[in-house]
């Protein structure tokens, strides 16, 4: 039976218009952050605000110097800050205590500034030299506060019986003095979180330790493998109830927890075999040694679910597929993270696709495509055409926008599956080439980065390394650098020659100018007979305006159905026109034979690759099909016909 998809969105987010806002790039900077040491203490009484204050808190950040370094910044929103990408305004009221700095272990005195309350900036009284290393370590106290969506609003204080945090894209300065942009991760994470006895605390990582002094308990955290600064998280509750399942993998043995509303008895118990299907797939659990939690955020959670690093936050643990698209994230978002939010594909589309690989890997092949096809229809539904998977735009409704950067992308995803399966002439061998490449992928940016651009070119190394065509390039720039999809006219026309009948496919591309024209190779296609007999097959759409297909058939076509069974995004229409409107071209054994159904005069022109024309004939048409020599050496031309149809094309002589 085909499983129709469920679909639960991640994030819950209404369409915000923001003009102006650009997403940071990845910056050069003279050094890297290697670890976070912080440790925070919550009240357990609320005050006049309805807010747990901070009593305690400090980052000791220890830092490496790559190039000779006499400054540096770190982000930390203190005060009053209106988020320009989305409806959010932070009322914070941190006070610094203290900074202090350390080289080589001995404290030295320093200047620093807190610019627009969002910026620390200190200026060291000398100049670190490469390889260096040193530790900024920031004493703060006081509250945090917003008003606006939770998503991403940092430490939430004001819940009854939860205190937790939600990141993403920038909400770790919020709370906590960091360099917080995706690409720098530190090496290690070690946290202490002090909250009133009866309390339950999860964070990123391992539990080192739990210490009891007087009536407050210090939950010990570290997380050994580098994290992005929004998936550093905690949770703190009083109403926690935990349950654990333990995954067996070869000779792995891994602990599950699930921290859980009071009133849920229901974990995600399918998470021990999404762990296995996902480490089939795209190798194993990169976080094994530490562990796998599903945390309840049961009070002012956003809605949706976040895939904090050995932690997803989720505000329901029974969608199985939800589940599944969160843990995926733990190989696509945390083990190799966005470079920027412009790079939002690397995680979600990503996760979004692993949905539809569980669903394969779970229940076969027709759950898979059940998948895809949801995600075609929910973009071809729903999506904004004229907006591109990579940078879709400046708020976080744009880089989180549902239709495109999470179902256009996996369809995308699935789209490069099947150019594997073309380039290697098999779709068994295609697709186990292609989760390779993943692997590939996944194993060279391991616990780093990616911009969508690296992908690209780690995608045509596993190719070069193949012996594999490399010239791929065009299948990101079509489907995720440029907006929009394919808008194919299939145009048909057959004629009855008196022993056979000739097939043509016209096949025109009415997509807006500032859409690409796009390359499918193998596209297949479906064509039927007038004895109800069908056959399917394929052919090479190249990055052309307009191309026509000759088939010949010893029994009559009725018609074709394109895009059989419905593998890509793309609109298409089909109509039977007159057979006396169709040019068409064919070289071989270095011989150009034509089929031009109107009689007359016409122009011909064939220029090489250099644009040059190399040759030009005038010829007068009075029989339906013609043949000429070429005499042109072997490689890639194009070819122009002009009369009374008119007729351009790429053509190879081989």
């Known amino acids: 039976m085909i499983y129709l998809f469920t679909f639960i969105p991640e994030k819950n987010l209404q369409k915000i218009e923001i003009l102006s806002y650009t997403w940071p790039d990845v910056e050069y900077k003279t050094f890297k952050v290697i670890r976070y040491d912080y440790f925070i203490w919550i009240d357990s009484i609320k005050n006049a605000q309805n807010l747990r204050p901070i009593l305690n808190a400090y980052n000791k950040i220890t830092f490496k110097a790559i190039d000779p370094t006499d400054s540096i910044y770190l982000h930390f929103i203190k005060g009053f800050y209106v988020v320009p990408y989305w409806t959010d305004t932070v009322k914070n009221n941190l006070i610094i205590d203290s900074i202090k700095f350390f080289h080589n272990g001995n404290y030295k005195a320093f200047n620093y500034y807190t610019p627009g309350d969002t910026l620390i900036i200190v200026k060291f009284p000398f100049t670190i030299n490469p390889n260096d290393s040193f530790r900024l370590e920031i004493y703060y106290h006081g509250i945090t506060n917003r008003s606006g969506s939770s998503f991403g609003g940092g430490l939430d204080l004001k819940q009854n019986n939860i205190v937790y945090t939600d990141n993403e894209p920038f909400g770790l300065r919020r709370w906590l003095p960091s360099f917080d942009l995706p690409y720098e991760k530190p090496q290690i994470v070690d946290a202490k979180i002090k909250t009133k006895i009866g309390w339950k605390t999860i964070a990123n990582g391992k539990l080192i330790d739990s210490i009891i002094e007087g009536n407050w308990i210090t939950y010990h955290y570290r997380e050994n493998y580098p994290i992005a600064p929004y998936l550093i998280v905690f949770a703190s509750s009083n109403k926690f109830t935990i349950q654990t399942q333990t995954w067996n993998y070869n000779n792995i043995s891994m602990p599950i927890y699930h921290y859980l509303d009071p009133n849920n008895n229901s974990p995600s118990l399918y998470l021990p075999n999404q762990l296995t299907i996902f480490s089939n797939k795209y190798g194993i659990y990169p976080f094994y040694d530490e562990k796998y939690a599903e945390v309840q955020i049961f009070e002012g959670f956003f809605g949706g679910a976040m895939e904090n690093q050995t932690n997803t936050f989720t505000i329901a643990t029974h969608y199985e597929i939800l589940s599944a698209h969160e843990l995926s994230h733990h190989w696509w978002g945390n083990m190799v993270t966005c470079a920027t939010f412009k790079d939002i594909f690397i995680n979600e589309s990503f996760a979004t696709y692993s949905e539809a690989v569980y669903d394969e890997n779970n229940l076969g092949y027709g759950n898979y495509m059940g998948q895809i096809h949801g995600d075609i229809n929910r973009y071809l539904n729903h999506g904004d055409y004229n907006k591109p998977i990579y940078n879709p735009g400046p708020s976080l409704s744009d880089v989180f926008d549902v239709n495109i950067t999470y179902?256009?992308?996996?369809?995308?995803?699935?789209?490069?599956?099947?150019?594997?399966?073309?380039?290697?002439?098999?779709?068994?061998?295609?697709?186990?080439?292609?989760?390779?490449?993943?692997?590939?992928?996944?194993?060279?940016?391991?616990?780093?980065?990616?911009?969508?651009?690296?992908?690209?070119n780690d995608i045509k190394e596993f190719l070069n390394s193949e012996n594999k065509d490399t010239s791929i390039g065009y299948f990101f720039n079509q489907w995720i650098f440029k907006p929009g999809h394919p808008q194919f006219q299939f145009l048909i026309s057959k004629n009855f020659n008196g022993s056979t009948y000739d097939l043509y496919i016209k096949v025109n591309q009415n997509q807006p100018n500032n859409w690409a024209r796009f390359k499918i190779p193998k596209y297949p296609i479906r064509i039927k007979f007038s004895d109800n007999s069908q056959i399917d097959t394929t052919i090479n759409i190249d990055s052309l305006p307009s191309q026509t297909f000759y088939f010949n058939f010893i029994k009559e076509p009725t018609t074709i159905i394109p895009d059989y069974p419905n593998h890509y995004i793309d609109q298409i229409s089909v109509a039977l026109i007159p057979e006396n409107e169709f040019i068409y071209v064919k070289i071989k054994d270095n011989k150009l034979k034509l089929s031009i159904p109107r009689i007359g005069n016409?122009?011909?022109?064939?220029?090489?690759?250099?644009?040059?024309?190399?040759?030009?004939?005038?010829?007068?048409?009075?029989?339906?099909?013609?043949?000429?020599?070429?005499n042109l050496p072997k490689g890639i031309y194009f070819i122009e016909i002009k009369g009374n149809l008119n007729y351009k094309s790429k053509i190879i002589n081989f």
């Open 407 to 456: 179902s256009k992308g996996s369809a995308v995803l699935h789209a490069l599956r099947l150019l594997f399966r073309a380039i290697y002439n098999d779709s068994a061998l295609g697709d186990n080439k292609f989760f390779q490449a993943l692997k590939y992928y996944g194993n060279k940016r391991k616990f780093s980065y990616a911009r969508v651009v690296d992908f690209e």
């Open 602 to 630: 016409y122009e011909l022109k064939i220029y090489n690759s250099l644009g040059r024309i190399v040759l030009s004939k005038n010829l007068q048409i009075n029989k339906n099909q013609i043949e000429m020599p070429l």
